[in-house]
């Protein structure tokens, strides 16, 4: 097990051996899940903007104005 302590901040060192084990570099991102009282941690893949626009013709409950207007920027 390891451990890291948290600062007055919220912030935590990521431990070394958690690092590597997850091939982690500067500006990846971490996803946390929530499992009662106790949380998983695993790096976040990236969006696949191009994958995204692919299947979005396939999915008729994603084809709304709304929709197109929440996933402009992305």
């Known amino acids: 097990m390891t451990f890291a302590k948290m600062t007055s ?4 060192t990521v431990p070394k051996e958690v690092r590597v084990k997850l091939r ?10 929530l499992e009662g009282d106790s949380v998983r941690v695993h790096k976040a893949e990236g969006f696949d903007g191009q994958w995204h626009r692919a299947v979005a013709g396939t999915l008729d409950e994603w084809h709304s104005a709304e929709d197109d207007e929440a996933f402009r920027d992305l």
């Open 9 to 12: 901040k919220g912030q935590v």
């Open 24 to 33: 982690l570099s500067p500006g990846d991102v971490l996803a946390y899940e």
